[in-house]
Protein backbone atom coordinates (compact mmCIF):
# COMPACT_ATOMS: atom_id res chain seq x y z
CA UNK A 1 0.00 0.00 0.00
CA UNK A 2 1.57 3.51 -1.30
CA UNK A 3 1.34 6.03 1.16
CA UNK A 4 -2.22 7.81 1.70
CA UNK A 5 -2.64 11.58 -0.22
CA UNK A 6 -4.15 14.22 1.39
CA UNK A 7 -6.27 16.79 -0.48
CA UNK A 8 -6.58 20.30 1.22
CA UNK A 9 -10.07 21.72 1.43
CA UNK A 10 -8.87 24.64 3.60
CA UNK A 11 -8.91 27.04 0.70
CA UNK A 12 -12.32 25.85 -1.07
CA UNK A 13 -14.46 23.29 0.67
CA UNK A 14 -14.15 24.37 4.07
CA UNK A 15 -14.48 27.88 4.39
CA UNK A 16 -17.70 27.17 1.34
CA UNK A 17 -19.37 24.87 4.13
CA UNK A 18 -18.72 26.93 7.31
CA UNK A 19 -18.59 30.52 6.19
CA UNK A 20 -20.97 30.66 2.98
CA UNK A 21 -17.42 30.79 0.97
CA UNK A 22 -16.51 34.33 2.26
CA UNK A 23 -12.21 33.98 2.50
CA UNK A 24 -10.92 36.54 0.60
CA UNK A 25 -7.81 36.36 -1.45
CA UNK A 26 -5.93 38.27 1.19
CA UNK A 27 -6.62 36.56 3.72
CA UNK A 28 -5.10 33.44 2.48
CA UNK A 29 -1.92 35.13 1.14
CA UNK A 30 -0.11 34.93 4.02
CA UNK A 31 -0.67 30.96 4.44
CA UNK A 32 0.14 29.56 0.70
CA UNK A 33 3.80 29.72 1.17
CA UNK A 34 3.16 27.48 4.50
CA UNK A 35 0.83 24.93 2.74
CA UNK A 36 2.94 24.71 -0.63
CA UNK A 37 5.81 23.12 1.82
CA UNK A 38 3.38 20.84 3.25
CA UNK A 39 3.64 18.28 0.40
CA UNK A 40 -0.06 17.70 0.02
CA UNK A 41 -1.19 15.27 -2.72
CA UNK A 42 -3.05 18.77 -4.02
CA UNK A 43 -4.65 21.73 -2.56
CA UNK A 44 -8.60 22.52 -3.46
CA UNK A 45 -8.93 25.83 -4.00
CA UNK A 46 -11.12 26.77 -7.18
CA UNK A 47 -14.33 26.02 -8.71
CA UNK A 48 -17.48 25.54 -6.35
CA UNK A 49 -18.84 28.46 -5.24
CA UNK A 50 -15.71 30.03 -4.60
CA UNK A 51 -15.83 32.20 -8.09
CA UNK A 52 -20.04 33.39 -6.89
CA UNK A 53 -19.02 34.65 -4.27
CA UNK A 54 -15.69 36.31 -5.50
CA UNK A 55 -17.98 38.35 -7.64
CA UNK A 56 -20.99 38.52 -5.48
CA UNK A 57 -19.53 39.42 -2.33
CA UNK A 58 -16.12 40.08 -2.12
CA UNK A 59 -15.39 42.41 -5.40
CA UNK A 60 -12.60 39.76 -6.62
CA UNK A 61 -11.88 38.26 -9.79
CA UNK A 62 -11.66 34.68 -9.32
CA UNK A 63 -9.03 34.49 -12.03
CA UNK A 64 -6.79 36.59 -10.53
CA UNK A 65 -6.99 35.15 -7.08
CA UNK A 66 -6.14 31.78 -9.20
CA UNK A 67 -2.97 33.15 -11.03
CA UNK A 68 -2.31 34.62 -7.41
CA UNK A 69 -2.74 30.82 -6.08
CA UNK A 70 -0.60 29.70 -8.51
CA UNK A 71 2.00 32.01 -7.94
CA UNK A 72 2.35 31.52 -4.82
CA UNK A 73 1.74 27.65 -4.42
CA UNK A 74 4.52 26.81 -7.18
CA UNK A 75 5.49 23.20 -5.93
CA UNK A 76 1.61 21.99 -5.01
CA UNK A 77 -1.13 20.32 -7.42
CA UNK A 78 -3.98 22.74 -7.31
CA UNK A 79 -7.28 21.26 -7.92
CA UNK A 80 -10.89 22.87 -8.66
CA UNK A 81 -14.56 21.92 -8.45
CA UNK A 82 -16.33 21.91 -12.00
CA UNK A 83 -20.00 20.87 -12.36
CA UNK A 84 -19.70 19.28 -16.14
CA UNK A 85 -22.07 21.05 -18.22
CA UNK A 86 -23.29 23.73 -15.54
CA UNK A 87 -19.48 24.29 -14.85
CA UNK A 88 -19.33 27.03 -11.74
CA UNK A 89 -22.88 28.18 -12.96
CA UNK A 90 -26.75 27.45 -12.88
CA UNK A 91 -27.76 25.89 -16.09
CA UNK A 92 -26.17 24.28 -18.93
CA UNK A 93 -23.81 25.85 -21.50
CA UNK A 94 -22.65 25.00 -24.85
CA UNK A 95 -19.95 22.72 -25.61
CA UNK A 96 -17.89 25.62 -27.27
CA UNK A 97 -17.85 27.26 -23.62
CA UNK A 98 -17.49 24.44 -21.42
CA UNK A 99 -14.30 23.74 -23.73
CA UNK A 100 -13.07 27.34 -23.56
CA UNK A 101 -13.65 27.45 -19.66
CA UNK A 102 -11.48 24.19 -19.44
CA UNK A 103 -8.50 25.08 -21.11
CA UNK A 104 -8.42 28.51 -19.56
CA UNK A 105 -8.89 27.21 -16.12
CA UNK A 106 -5.42 25.12 -16.78
CA UNK A 107 -3.82 28.16 -18.68
CA UNK A 108 -4.07 29.91 -15.50
CA UNK A 109 -2.98 27.04 -12.87
CA UNK A 110 -5.53 24.47 -12.16
CA UNK A 111 -3.41 21.00 -12.10
CA UNK A 112 -6.31 18.84 -11.38
CA UNK A 113 -10.10 18.97 -12.72
CA UNK A 114 -12.72 17.25 -9.92
CA UNK A 115 -15.76 17.18 -12.30
CA UNK A 116 -19.01 15.97 -11.77
CA UNK A 117 -22.44 15.97 -12.59
CA UNK A 118 -25.81 16.55 -9.70
CA UNK A 119 -27.51 12.84 -12.15
CA UNK A 120 -24.07 10.96 -12.56
CA UNK A 121 -25.88 11.43 -16.02
CA UNK A 122 -22.03 10.93 -17.73
CA UNK A 123 -23.50 12.41 -21.18
CA UNK A 124 -23.23 15.99 -19.10
CA UNK A 125 -19.47 15.24 -18.76
CA UNK A 126 -18.44 14.08 -22.06
CA UNK A 127 -17.47 17.61 -23.20
CA UNK A 128 -15.56 18.55 -20.17
CA UNK A 129 -13.29 15.34 -19.47
CA UNK A 130 -12.24 15.84 -23.48
CA UNK A 131 -11.60 19.35 -23.19
CA UNK A 132 -9.73 18.68 -19.85
CA UNK A 133 -7.68 15.50 -21.74
CA UNK A 134 -6.57 18.01 -24.34
CA UNK A 135 -4.77 20.18 -21.89
CA UNK A 136 -1.27 19.28 -20.98
CA UNK A 137 -0.63 18.15 -17.96
CA UNK A 138 -4.13 18.33 -16.44
CA UNK A 139 -5.39 15.58 -13.62
CA UNK A 140 -8.97 14.43 -15.20
CA UNK A 141 -10.85 13.34 -11.89
CA UNK A 142 -14.65 12.14 -12.08
CA UNK A 143 -16.29 12.46 -9.32
CA UNK A 144 -19.42 10.20 -8.56
CA UNK A 145 -22.23 11.63 -6.81
CA UNK A 146 -22.88 9.55 -3.32
CA UNK A 147 -26.69 8.87 -2.59
CA UNK A 148 -28.50 6.31 -0.96
CA UNK A 149 -31.95 4.62 -2.83
CA UNK A 150 -33.12 1.47 -3.92
CA UNK A 151 -31.29 1.93 -6.89
CA UNK A 152 -28.41 3.41 -5.92
CA UNK A 153 -26.31 0.35 -4.58
CA UNK A 154 -22.48 -0.70 -4.38
CA UNK A 155 -23.27 -2.66 -8.03
CA UNK A 156 -24.65 0.48 -9.76
CA UNK A 157 -21.23 2.74 -8.22
CA UNK A 158 -19.48 0.17 -9.69
CA UNK A 159 -20.91 -0.02 -13.26
CA UNK A 160 -20.56 4.24 -13.09
CA UNK A 161 -17.01 3.75 -12.27
CA UNK A 162 -16.55 1.58 -15.06
CA UNK A 163 -18.14 4.13 -17.61
CA UNK A 164 -15.84 6.64 -16.12
CA UNK A 165 -12.89 5.11 -16.27
CA UNK A 166 -13.98 4.06 -20.10
CA UNK A 167 -14.84 7.62 -20.69
CA UNK A 168 -11.39 9.08 -19.94
CA UNK A 169 -11.32 9.56 -15.97
CA UNK A 170 -7.64 9.75 -14.51
CA UNK A 171 -8.99 9.14 -11.30
CA UNK A 172 -12.30 8.59 -9.11
CA UNK A 173 -13.57 10.96 -6.22
CA UNK A 174 -16.50 8.97 -4.03
CA UNK A 175 -18.13 11.85 -3.55
CA UNK A 176 -20.17 12.08 -0.25
CA UNK A 177 -21.88 16.04 -0.19
CA UNK A 178 -24.24 15.05 1.91
CA UNK A 179 -22.45 13.41 4.14
CA UNK A 180 -24.42 10.10 4.17
CA UNK A 181 -21.95 7.20 4.15
CA UNK A 182 -20.95 5.47 6.72
CA UNK A 183 -17.74 3.38 7.53
CA UNK A 184 -18.66 0.12 6.88
CA UNK A 185 -20.74 0.94 3.49
CA UNK A 186 -17.60 3.16 2.58
CA UNK A 187 -15.32 -0.27 3.03
CA UNK A 188 -17.52 -2.04 1.00
CA UNK A 189 -17.76 0.53 -1.81
CA UNK A 190 -14.33 1.50 -1.93
CA UNK A 191 -12.73 -2.29 -1.92
CA UNK A 192 -15.63 -2.99 -4.90
CA UNK A 193 -13.89 0.25 -7.18
CA UNK A 194 -11.15 -0.92 -6.40
CA UNK A 195 -11.12 -4.39 -7.35
CA UNK A 196 -12.93 -2.84 -10.78
CA UNK A 197 -11.17 0.03 -11.90
CA UNK A 198 -7.75 0.58 -12.17
CA UNK A 199 -7.67 4.16 -11.85
CA UNK A 200 -6.55 5.65 -8.19
CA UNK A 201 -10.02 6.21 -5.95
CA UNK A 202 -10.07 9.80 -3.37
CA UNK A 203 -12.85 9.91 -0.74
CA UNK A 204 -14.71 12.66 0.35
CA UNK A 205 -17.03 13.13 2.93
CA UNK A 206 -18.67 15.90 5.28
CA UNK A 207 -18.35 15.37 8.82
CA UNK A 208 -22.02 16.79 9.45
CA UNK A 209 -22.78 13.42 10.94
CA UNK A 210 -19.78 12.81 13.18
CA UNK A 211 -18.74 10.12 11.59
CA UNK A 212 -16.63 11.26 8.35
CA UNK A 213 -12.89 10.82 9.91
CA UNK A 214 -14.28 6.48 10.34
CA UNK A 215 -15.59 6.88 6.95
CA UNK A 216 -11.79 8.12 5.58
CA UNK A 217 -10.25 5.27 7.73
CA UNK A 218 -12.37 2.16 6.44
CA UNK A 219 -12.18 3.74 3.35
CA UNK A 220 -8.31 3.83 3.53
CA UNK A 221 -8.08 0.51 4.77
CA UNK A 222 -10.18 -0.95 1.71
CA UNK A 223 -7.83 0.78 -0.54
CA UNK A 224 -8.72 4.81 -1.35
CA UNK A 225 -5.67 6.58 -2.64
CA UNK A 226 -6.18 9.81 -1.48
CA UNK A 227 -8.56 11.63 0.83
CA UNK A 228 -9.91 14.60 1.15
CA UNK A 229 -9.46 17.09 5.08
CA UNK A 230 -9.32 20.64 6.42
CA UNK A 231 -7.23 22.34 8.63
CA UNK A 232 -8.73 21.64 12.04
CA UNK A 233 -9.81 25.52 12.68
CA UNK A 234 -12.09 25.14 9.08
CA UNK A 235 -12.72 21.34 10.22
CA UNK A 236 -15.51 19.18 11.00
CA UNK A 237 -19.49 20.10 11.21
CA UNK A 238 -20.30 20.37 8.03
CA UNK A 239 -16.76 20.89 6.62
CA UNK A 240 -14.30 17.49 6.82
CA UNK A 241 -12.39 15.99 9.33
CA UNK A 242 -9.03 17.68 10.36
CA UNK A 243 -5.85 17.04 8.68
CA UNK A 244 -3.92 17.07 11.50
CA UNK A 245 -6.13 14.43 13.25
CA UNK A 246 -6.06 11.94 10.31
CA UNK A 247 -2.21 12.80 9.79
CA UNK A 248 -1.84 11.80 13.36
CA UNK A 249 -3.61 8.87 12.92
CA UNK A 250 -1.99 7.17 10.08
CA UNK A 251 1.31 8.30 11.22
CA UNK A 252 3.67 5.17 11.60
CA UNK A 253 1.34 2.96 9.59
CA UNK A 254 1.42 1.38 6.13
CA UNK A 255 -0.77 4.64 5.42
CA UNK A 256 1.19 7.23 6.65
CA UNK A 257 1.37 10.34 4.91
CA UNK A 258 4.46 11.09 5.04
CA UNK A 259 3.39 15.04 5.99
CA UNK A 260 4.98 16.77 8.92
CA UNK A 261 2.58 17.74 11.86
CA UNK A 262 5.42 20.72 12.82
CA UNK A 263 4.48 21.85 9.46
CA UNK A 264 0.78 21.96 10.04
CA UNK A 265 0.72 23.16 13.00
CA UNK A 266 2.68 26.25 11.83
CA UNK A 267 -0.54 26.83 9.02
CA UNK A 268 -2.96 25.82 11.80
CA UNK A 269 -1.56 28.49 13.98
CA UNK A 270 -2.82 31.23 11.09
CA UNK A 271 -5.85 30.00 10.23
CA UNK A 272 -6.85 29.83 13.73
CA UNK A 273 -6.89 33.80 14.00
CA UNK A 274 -8.86 33.62 10.48
CA UNK A 275 -11.59 31.35 12.91
CA UNK A 276 -11.53 33.70 15.51
CA UNK A 277 -11.97 36.74 13.17
CA UNK A 278 -14.85 34.70 11.87
CA UNK A 279 -16.48 33.76 15.19
CA UNK A 280 -16.36 37.47 16.51
CA UNK A 281 -17.36 38.60 13.30
CA UNK A 282 -20.55 35.86 13.42
CA UNK A 283 -19.75 34.86 10.02
CA UNK A 284 -19.10 31.73 11.40
CA UNK A 285 -22.29 30.09 12.92
CA UNK A 286 -21.28 27.74 16.01
CA UNK A 287 -24.21 26.00 14.69
CA UNK A 288 -22.58 24.66 11.52
CA UNK A 289 -19.95 22.56 13.96
CA UNK A 290 -22.71 21.14 15.91
CA UNK A 291 -23.13 17.26 14.73
CA UNK A 292 -26.68 16.44 12.90
CA UNK A 293 -27.42 13.21 12.61
CA UNK A 294 -31.12 14.09 10.51
CA UNK A 295 -29.07 13.72 7.11
CA UNK A 296 -28.71 9.85 8.20
CA UNK A 297 -32.27 9.77 9.58
CA UNK A 298 -34.00 11.37 6.70
CA UNK A 299 -31.11 11.24 3.88
CA UNK A 300 -31.56 14.27 3.52
CA UNK A 301 -28.21 16.69 3.20
CA UNK A 302 -28.07 19.79 6.37
CA UNK A 303 -28.54 22.46 3.89
CA UNK A 304 -31.20 21.00 2.32
CA UNK A 305 -32.69 20.89 5.91
CA UNK A 306 -32.04 24.07 6.65
CA UNK A 307 -34.34 24.97 3.42
CA UNK A 308 -37.06 23.35 4.62
CA UNK A 309 -37.20 24.81 7.58
CA UNK A 310 -36.83 28.12 5.98
CA UNK A 311 -39.70 28.08 3.43
CA UNK A 312 -42.20 26.62 6.24
CA UNK A 313 -41.49 29.44 8.48
CA UNK A 314 -42.21 31.87 5.27
CA UNK A 315 -45.36 29.85 4.84
CA UNK A 316 -46.41 29.98 8.74
CA UNK A 317 -46.47 26.30 8.56
CA UNK A 318 -43.41 25.17 10.74
CA UNK A 319 -45.74 22.61 12.47
CA UNK A 320 -45.36 20.32 8.81
CA UNK A 321 -41.51 19.35 9.12
CA UNK A 322 -42.40 15.92 10.14
CA UNK A 323 -44.77 15.72 7.26
CA UNK A 324 -42.14 17.61 4.57
CA UNK A 325 -39.56 15.06 5.63
CA UNK A 326 -42.13 12.44 4.73
CA UNK A 327 -42.72 13.67 1.64
CA UNK A 328 -39.50 14.26 0.10
CA UNK A 329 -38.49 10.23 -0.41
CA UNK A 330 -41.64 9.99 -2.42
CA UNK A 331 -41.10 13.05 -4.58
CA UNK A 332 -37.55 11.79 -4.85
CA UNK A 333 -39.03 8.37 -6.20
CA UNK A 334 -41.70 9.97 -8.42
CA UNK A 335 -39.23 12.22 -9.72
CA UNK A 336 -36.46 9.37 -10.77
CA UNK A 337 -34.30 8.98 -7.78
CA UNK A 338 -32.09 12.10 -8.57
CA UNK A 339 -29.19 12.04 -5.70
CA UNK A 340 -29.95 15.27 -3.61
CA UNK A 341 -26.96 17.56 -4.60
CA UNK A 342 -27.31 21.27 -5.69
CA UNK A 343 -29.26 21.59 -7.82
CA UNK A 344 -31.78 18.74 -7.28
CA UNK A 345 -31.76 19.13 -3.54
CA UNK A 346 -33.32 22.40 -3.54
CA UNK A 347 -36.00 21.22 -6.78
CA UNK A 348 -36.91 18.03 -4.63
CA UNK A 349 -37.52 19.90 -1.18
CA UNK A 350 -39.36 22.78 -2.85
CA UNK A 351 -41.54 20.28 -4.65
CA UNK A 352 -42.18 18.43 -1.07
CA UNK A 353 -42.50 21.77 0.54
CA UNK A 354 -45.37 22.76 -1.95
CA UNK A 355 -47.21 18.62 -1.50
CA UNK A 356 -47.37 19.10 1.52
CA UNK A 357 -48.95 22.63 2.02
CA UNK A 358 -50.85 22.51 -0.63
CA UNK A 359 -52.95 19.92 0.59
CA UNK A 360 -52.14 18.01 -2.36
CA UNK A 361 -49.53 16.23 -4.13
CA UNK A 362 -48.62 17.95 -7.31
CA UNK A 363 -51.25 20.59 -7.41
CA UNK A 364 -48.32 23.03 -7.99
CA UNK A 365 -45.68 22.44 -9.60
CA UNK A 366 -42.28 24.62 -9.92
CA UNK A 367 -40.78 25.53 -12.97
CA UNK A 368 -37.67 23.57 -11.56
CA UNK A 369 -39.30 20.30 -11.24
CA UNK A 370 -41.36 20.56 -14.18
CA UNK A 371 -37.00 21.08 -15.80
CA UNK A 372 -36.49 17.66 -13.76
CA UNK A 373 -38.92 15.90 -15.00
CA UNK A 374 -39.11 16.63 -18.43
CA UNK A 375 -34.97 16.14 -18.70
CA UNK A 376 -33.45 19.40 -18.80
CA UNK A 377 -30.99 18.53 -16.41
CA UNK A 378 -30.31 15.22 -18.24
CA UNK A 379 -31.51 11.38 -17.15
CA UNK A 380 -32.40 10.69 -13.70
CA UNK A 381 -31.23 7.06 -12.76
CA UNK A 382 -34.44 5.63 -12.74
CA UNK A 383 -36.82 6.42 -15.78
CA UNK A 384 -39.44 8.40 -14.71
CA UNK A 385 -43.03 7.15 -15.05
CA UNK A 386 -44.41 8.13 -18.31
CA UNK A 387 -47.35 8.89 -16.95
CA UNK A 388 -46.13 10.71 -14.21
CA UNK A 389 -44.23 12.76 -16.51
CA UNK A 390 -47.75 13.78 -18.60
CA UNK A 391 -49.01 14.60 -15.42
CA UNK A 392 -45.92 17.39 -14.81
CA UNK A 393 -45.15 17.83 -18.15
CA UNK A 394 -48.61 17.82 -20.21
CA UNK A 395 -48.31 17.85 -23.97
CA UNK A 396 -44.74 19.06 -23.78
CA UNK A 397 -42.18 16.65 -25.22
CA UNK A 398 -39.68 15.19 -22.82
CA UNK A 399 -35.85 15.61 -23.63
CA UNK A 400 -33.88 12.35 -24.54
CA UNK A 401 -31.06 13.62 -25.75
CA UNK A 402 -27.97 14.93 -23.85
CA UNK A 403 -29.63 18.38 -22.86
CA UNK A 404 -26.72 20.58 -24.01
CA UNK A 405 -27.26 18.98 -27.77
CA UNK A 406 -29.82 21.39 -27.72
CA UNK A 407 -27.86 24.24 -27.03
CA UNK A 408 -26.44 26.45 -30.32
CA UNK A 409 -22.63 27.35 -29.48
CA UNK A 410 -22.71 30.67 -27.60
CA UNK A 411 -19.36 31.94 -26.90
CA UNK A 412 -19.25 34.27 -30.00
CA UNK A 413 -22.46 35.82 -28.18
CA UNK A 414 -20.92 36.21 -25.16
CA UNK A 415 -17.79 38.05 -26.74
CA UNK A 416 -20.02 40.58 -28.18
CA UNK A 417 -22.27 41.26 -25.32
CA UNK A 418 -19.55 41.58 -22.76
CA UNK A 419 -17.09 43.73 -25.30
CA UNK A 420 -18.09 46.79 -23.58
CA UNK A 421 -16.56 45.18 -20.58
CA UNK A 422 -13.69 43.35 -22.13
CA UNK A 423 -10.16 43.60 -20.49
CA UNK A 424 -9.12 39.77 -20.74
CA UNK A 425 -10.51 36.68 -22.40
CA UNK A 426 -11.73 35.17 -19.18
CA UNK A 427 -14.38 37.61 -18.91
CA UNK A 428 -15.89 36.40 -21.24
CA UNK A 429 -16.71 33.13 -19.20
CA UNK A 430 -16.84 34.91 -16.06
CA UNK A 431 -20.25 37.05 -18.29
CA UNK A 432 -21.46 33.69 -19.91
CA UNK A 433 -21.88 32.35 -17.00
CA UNK A 434 -22.78 34.83 -13.97
CA UNK A 435 -24.74 37.60 -16.50
CA UNK A 436 -25.55 40.66 -14.41
CA UNK A 437 -23.21 39.96 -11.19
CA UNK A 438 -20.30 39.89 -13.58
CA UNK A 439 -21.12 42.92 -14.95
CA UNK A 440 -21.97 44.85 -11.23
CA UNK A 441 -18.40 43.54 -11.02
CA UNK A 442 -16.88 44.92 -14.45
CA UNK A 443 -18.35 48.05 -13.62
CA UNK A 444 -16.94 48.44 -10.20
CA UNK A 445 -13.40 47.33 -11.46
CA UNK A 446 -13.38 49.57 -14.44
CA UNK A 447 -13.90 52.32 -11.84
CA UNK A 448 -11.53 51.28 -9.53
CA UNK A 449 -9.15 51.39 -12.48
CA UNK A 450 -9.75 55.56 -13.11
CA UNK A 451 -9.94 56.30 -9.43
CA UNK A 452 -13.94 56.67 -9.63
CA UNK A 453 -16.45 56.31 -7.00
CA UNK A 454 -19.02 54.64 -9.15
CA UNK A 455 -21.57 55.55 -6.80
CA UNK A 456 -21.48 59.28 -7.84
CA UNK A 457 -21.91 58.33 -11.31
CA UNK A 458 -24.69 58.21 -13.65
CA UNK A 459 -24.84 56.41 -16.78
CA UNK A 460 -24.09 58.97 -19.47
CA UNK A 461 -21.19 60.11 -17.61
CA UNK A 462 -19.03 56.47 -16.97
CA UNK A 463 -15.46 56.03 -17.98
CA UNK A 464 -14.69 53.72 -21.28
CA UNK A 465 -11.48 52.87 -22.00
CA UNK A 466 -10.09 53.70 -25.52
Given amino acids: MAKVGI ?22 LPALEIL ?7 IECWGGATF ?19 KKMPKTKLQMLFRGQNMLGYRHYADDIV ?33 ARKEKGAHVQVAISYTTSPVHNIEYFVKYAKDLENTGADSICIKDMAGLL ?30 ADMVMLKGIEAGADVIDTALSPLAMGTSHPATESMVAALAGTEYDTGLDLKKLNEATRYFSTLR ?49 LQEVPRVRQDSGYPPLVTPTSQIVGTQAVLNVISGERYKMVTKEFKGLVKGEYGKTPVPVDPEFVKKIIGDEEPITCR ?19 YEQEEDILTYAQFGQVAV ?15 KHLNMEEKVHPV
Fill in 36 to 42: DDIGYHS
Fill in 7 to 28: TETILRDAHQSLIATRMTTEEM
Fill in 52 to 70: DACLRFLDEDPWERLRILR
Fill in 403 to 421: PADLLEPELDKMRKEVSEW
Fill in 182 to 211: TPYETYELVKALKENVKIPIQLHSHFTAGI
Fill in 99 to 131: EYFVQKSVANGIDIIRIFDALNDIRNLETSIKA
Fill in 276 to 324: RKYMESGLLNPKMLEVDTNALIYQVPGGMLSNLVSQLKQAGQEDKLEQV
Fill in 440 to 454: KFFEKRRNRKYGIDG
